[in-house]
Each structure stands twice: as C-alpha cells, then as structure tokens.
C-alpha cells in the first residue's frame, strides 16, 4: 500500500439516501485516528478486538453528540464504517475524519491508492460496474470482476508450456475485437438515422424507441434539430439520432441542421438510410453520404407491395411491419455472432493487447 502514514477514506456506497453507508479507510494511523471518536459498547477499545470482527459502539462528535454505527477493523491498515445512510450522518463521521487530516477521495482513487497505478484487471471490470445499464452488460461485467480474463490467461499459459498452439488459438480467437464491443455495452452504440425529408426518419424513429419522441409532419423539414432517443436491443444500449433530412433547405435553422447531420454520419457506428419506397430511387444520393456502415431501409410498405433491389429490408414506419426484423438487423451488424456461445468481449484495450501477446 502506498499511502504511507497519511489516512484517506472514500464512500463507496453510492452517493445520496440508502439504508447503510460505508466509508472505507485506509492508512497506517487508520484505528488510531478512528479511536479518537468511536467508543465500543462495553470497555474494550477498537484494537481489543480481533481483525474483521463487528464492532458496534457510538461515534462521538467533537459537540457530544453521537452515532450509534458499526466499524470493522478488515487490514491492519484498513478499516470499514458501517452507518445509517442518511447524508447528514455520513457526512458528520466525514467531517471528524477530515478534521484529523484525513483525506476524502472518490471510490475509485481510493481503489488506485490501495492497489498503485495499475490496477487488476478484475477491479478495472468492477469499477465499470455503476456505469453498467442493462442486465446484459452487468452480467458480463460481473463475469470479468470474477476473474474471467485471468483464468483464460492461465490456461492459455498451460497450453502454451505444452505447446498446444492450435488449442491456444482457439481460446483467444473469440477475444479478437472484443474490446470494442465491451465499450458498447456501457456506451451506447451510435446509430443515425438519415435520408430525404419525408421518407419518415422521425415516424420510423419513434417506432425503433417505442415512444414519440421525434415530432412527425407532413411539411419536409420539419426536424430541425439533431434529436437523440435510447433503446436496449437484446441487452445492447443503442442511442438513435433523428436528422434533419440531407437536401438543401431555405432557411438558415434548417440549413445549420443538414450540417449537423453530415457530422453526425461520419461518427454514427451505423447509418439507416431510410427512402420511401412510393419515391423514385436515387442510387447517386447514397454515395455521397460519409459513413462506417450503412443499411438501406425502404420504408411505407403499406403504400407499395414492391421489394426493390436498393433496399435490404422494407418496413413501415406506419404500422410497424418489419420494425422487429429491422431491430435485428441492426443488432446483427453491430455486434456479428452476438448470441453464440463462444461470443465474448472484453473491457479494456490494454487487455486485447495482452491476449494478442500471450498467443505469440
Ligand atoms: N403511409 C405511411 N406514411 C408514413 C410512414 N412513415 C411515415 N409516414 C408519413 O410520412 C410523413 C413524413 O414522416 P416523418 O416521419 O416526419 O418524415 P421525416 O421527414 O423523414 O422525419 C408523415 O406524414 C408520416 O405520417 C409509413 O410507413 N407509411
Ligand atoms: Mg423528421
């Protein structure tokens, strides 16, 4: 531990009302400074009792007035404070404590504190876990908090020793690109949706996020701001973002719009481009929009029983036939061969980089 003989403590409860709060506190003169205000119910003091041990007592401020709270000795050096979550109470103990010199971080500097510059892999994970959204992005967070990366390392390491490369090759490859999925699952991936005013961005919008959000309107230009909605696709946060439509508008707002929208395109993860299949197609206009991945969705089936050739899928915004397949879609071209069994991601690049170098 680096704190050497100053004290530092951090919350690691989450900020604002809940049952208990815990403060963690770390330093050499942790049960010393701790005695100062905590008086054990019955005559032992604090270091009378053995570490880990439950000690319940009152916490006297510095006024006379007191806490009843529980402290746990868990490391020499370290030690935990049980109390009521109300804020005036945890920030009263946090007060005495500052008071003695102590230092308050957040959670995660303490982390950095008790574990140095690099931190394991697992706590990287675990630290992840408040930003966490969906019950899919938990799961697997809570997977490589458990040490998931450490054991595969472990038995890539026997493998290699054996010189079994191909067995090597076939654990690792699952991790090839995997970090970049893993920041999707606590960053939303970004999805833009483009094409001319009218062909129903913002109905189609509406119906991918399942609430109105987008204004809808029979006038073309009607959006006028980027607006921004999000959904969870199997487990996956994905924000959507409506445009204005890409032609050139009169007035100034809307013009400034179609800017936002070309810069919008090139950063999208992905781009739906929506044309309305009653509307001739263009095949020049899609070229000209800057983009990573882009689908091509014919939309307002319900007006035409024609499938064209441009479109990799028809949908209408309208009655909703073929959102689901269009969500699928969307899903399958974000995260290829999510859903079979040996899919995997990572939370880090540092740890790519890791597996990649162990294969060699
Ligand atoms: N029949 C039909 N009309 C639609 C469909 N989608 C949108 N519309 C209509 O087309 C018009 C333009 O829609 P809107 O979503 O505002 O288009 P945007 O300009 O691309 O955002 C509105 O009158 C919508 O009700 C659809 O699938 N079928
Ligand atoms: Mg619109």
């Not at 109470?89 to 102590?102: C, F, I, P, T």
């Amino acid at each position: 531990m680096s704190s050497g003989g100053s004290l530092s403590f951090a919350q690691v409860t989450p900020v604002g009302r809940s049952a208990i709060t815990t403060l963690v506190l770390v330093g050499e003169q942790v049960a010393e400074v701790v005695s100062s205000y905590f008086q054990p119910l019955g005559n032992k003091t604090l270091t009378d009792y053995p570490l880990r041990r439950i000690v319940f007592g009152k916490w006297i401020h510095p006024d006379g007035t007191f806490e009843e709270l529980v402290v746990s000795r868990v490391a020499d050096h370290q030690l935990e404070i049980h109390c009521h979550g109300g804020m005036v109470a945890v920030e009263a103990v946090a007060a005495s404590l500052v008071k003695s010199g102590a230092k308050q971080l957040n959670w995660k500097e303490l982390d950095q504190l008790q574990f140095g510059a690099e931190l394991p892999y697992w706590k990287q994970a675990e630290q992840l876990l408040p930003q966490t959204t969906t019950t899919l992005s938990t799961q697997l967070v809570m997977e490589h908090a458990q040490g998931e990366v450490e054991q595969i390392l472990q038995q890539v390491a026997k493998f290699k020793e054996a010189g079994q490369t191909q067995e090597v090759r076939q654990i690792l490859k699952p991790y090839e690109g995997a970090s970049q999925r893993g920041r999707h699952l606590i960053e939303p991936w970004n999805v833009v949706i483009a094409g001319k005013p009218n062909a129903g961005k913002s109905s189609l919008m509406n119906q991918l996020v399942g609430y109105q959000r987008a204004i809808v309107n029979q006038q073309p230009g009607t959006t006028r701001d980027v607006l921004r909605a999000q959904t969870v696709i199997h487990g996956w946060p994905v924000e959507f973002v409506d445009t204005a439509g890409l032609r050139q508008g009169e007035d100034a707002v809307e013009v400034a719009g179609v800017e936002m929208a070309k810069g919008q395109l090139s950063q999208a993860d992905l781009v739906l481009w929506i044309h309305d299949l009653t509307d001739p197609w263009e095949a020049g206009r899609i070229e000209q929009i800057p983009h990573q991945q882009m689908l091509v969705i014919g939309n307002k089936a319900d007006l035409t029983t024609e499938v064209p050739d441009w479109a990799q899928l028809v949908v209408s915004a309208q009655t909703s036939a073929g959102i689901d397949s269009l969500l699928e879609l969307i899903l399958e071209t974000l995260v290829p061969g999510f859903g079979n069994p040996d899919f995997k991601v990572l939370f880090s690049e540092a740890m790519e980089t890791k597996m990649r170098e162990i294969s060699i």
